[in-house]
């Protein structure tokens, strides 16, 4: 195992040391229990967000604290949903008055512990409201879920419902935009090699040189086929197909297309991707009339993408461009 580390049982907090004397214009971090909240919180009057999952998906969700995103996230082990008392904390320190919001991934720790820290924050008088997101076409359970597993689409419920929070909208209408996301994103995954969690010190899942595997999770879980490697045209095309099949959109609707990357893909095989993915939604009679293209939502040094897509309308585009400063994310600062 190669990895630019000192100790596994070190890795998560150093890497949260690390971000804090990298960002400390953004970010505050606590640690026992760990969490990362925004420099300025809470906010008086401002609904506060909170994410949170097993580190080794950076950006995703530490790097997303700050202006016009998250207020807070709640980094568990390597790959291991974070525990209720980080939640439960995180949630008390971005609490201004007018509620909280928790974006949950579909993954079975996730929504237990999340669901445990929201009922001790209601004990204390903080009005919370949780929404699942669940985008993966790929699989309809795994071995970490009931149901679709929460994926890309939630980088971008993060951004929308920031932005939304930012402008000071009521609890229910910052919810109702990560609904809204929940209900017309649709992500499909992939994979050309493993990762190796640290603690771990293998691959998490072999996977021969001359073989890849579409549908993979970001957590290493089975796809829905593995075989040969093929060209990025062909694999755009197997990709694309279930997101256009599942997607409850029509001709002529406005999209915004995300093309992520595991950790260890480089952004000249993104863009390769985004080109193809770009055709595809085309031809299918779908606008694109935004991007992100780029490394948000990893799964440590995994080679392969995913591709999101993301129906849009009027408001969700100006909550898409309206600025954003965090260590993971910025724009119109």
């Known amino acids: 195992m190669k990895k630019l580390i000192n100790k596994p049982e070190d890795v998560v907090r150093e890497e949260l040391e690390g971000i804090v004397v990298a960002h400390p214009d953004l970010v ?21 967000l909170i994410s949170g999952g097993g580190s080794g998906h950076e950006p995703m969700h530490g790097g997303f604290v700050g202006y016009g995103m998250l207020d807070a996230a709640c980094p ?11 939640m439960l904390e995180a949630t008390k320190a971005v609490n201004g008055g007018a509620g909280v919001v928790h974006i949950v991934k579909n993954y079975t720790g996730d ?19 949780a929404v699942i997101t669940d985008d993966d076409v790929a699989v309809q359970d795994s071995l970490y879920t009931a149901g679709r597993r ?36 649709r ?20 996977l021969p040189e001359d073989e890849m595997e579409i549908g993979i999770g970001i957590h290493g879980e089975p796809g829905r086929i593995r075989m040969k490697v093929k060209s990025a045209d062909e694999i755009v095309e197997m990709m694309m197909e279930p997101i256009i099949k599942d997607i409850p959109y029509k001709a002529g609707d406005e999209v915004l297309m995300f093309v992520n990357g595991m950790g260890g893909t480089p952004l000249v095989e993104l863009y ?10 085309t031809k299918n009679g779908l606008k694109v009339v935004r991007n992100l293209i780029g490394p948000y939502i990893t799964s440590l040094e995994m080679a392969g993408t995913s591709i999101t897509l993301l129906k ?17 994310m910025r724009w119109g600062m």
């Not at 237990?112 to 409201?129: H, Q, R, S, T």
């Not at 995954?189 to 072999?206: E, I, N, Q, R, Y």
Request: with cysteine.
């Open 28 to 48: 505050k971090v606590y640690f026992d229990p760990n969490y990362v909240v925004r420099v300025d919180a809470p906010i008086k009057g401002k609904v506060g």
């Open 76 to 86: 568990g082990a390597v790959f291991t949903s974070p525990t209720p008392d980080q």
């Open 111 to 129: 929504i237990m512990n999340f669901e445990m820290a929201a009922d001790l924050a209601k004990a204390e008088g903080i009005d919370v409201v």
């Open 150 to 185: 929460g994926v890309g689409s939630t980088v971008l419920a993060e951004k929308l419902a920031g932005a939304a929070a930012e402008q000071k909208r009521p609890l229910n209408d910052v919810a109702d935009v990560v609904r809204k996301v929940k209900g017309w994103g």
């Open 187 to 206: 992500t499909m995954g992939m994979a050309l090699t493993s990762c190796t969690v640290p603690h771990v010190g293998k691959p998490t899942f072999d």
């Open 272 to 281: 390769i991707v985004y080109r193809k993915a770009y055709e595809i939604a």
């Open 312 to 328: 849009m309308d009027d408001d969700l585009v100006k909550l898409w461009d309206f600025p954003v400063k965090t260590p993971g």
